[in-house]
């Protein structure tokens, strides 16, 4: 017998999972941060291949692409479809940190550990993962 659809949102929004939710949306907040602060000198660089790319020049032939190109692909579609803001850029890496975290949670949460232990994997694994230099 299915469960109601309001059975499924308790569950995952009730008090058993609130460590599991504040942990994901500090994570969220906290790529969110990151993402808006990315200043370092390769930062332009996928915008810079897209735009060569777009502009007719070939990733492997030309620009001696030595990285998989999805991210300059992606990149590329994107300034084709919305523009070449940099707040319009942004939009791609926070859809990414959503997937990202939304990915991590739904991993921590097929464990039987306890509300407060699933948090703190779940922030240990996004930092662990991301490494960022600070």
Not at 5 to 12: E, L, Q, S, T
Not at 74 to 100: C, D, N, Q, R
């Amino acid at each position: 017998m299915p469960m109601n659809p309001k059975d499924h949102i308790r569950a995952a929004f009730g008090r058993e999972t609130l460590f599991q939710n504040l942990m994901f949306v500090f994570c969220v907040l906290f790529g969110l941060a990151l993402i808006a602060n990315t200043q370092p000198a390769g930062d332009g660089a996928f915008f810079w291949d897209a735009s060569f790319l777009h502009n007719g020049q070939r990733l492997y032939a030309d620009m001696h692409l030595a990285l998989q190109p999805l991210f300059i692909l992606e990149t590329s579609a994107w300034m084709a479809l919305f523009g070449k803001e940099w707040l319009v850029s942004k939009v791609p890496a926070v859809l990414h940190l959503i997937a990202y975290c939304l990915a991590l949670l739904l991993l921590v949460r097929q464990s039987g550990l306890s509300d407060a232990q699933k948090a703190l994997i779940l922030g240990c694994a996004f930092f662990a993962s991301i490494s960022f230099e600070a």
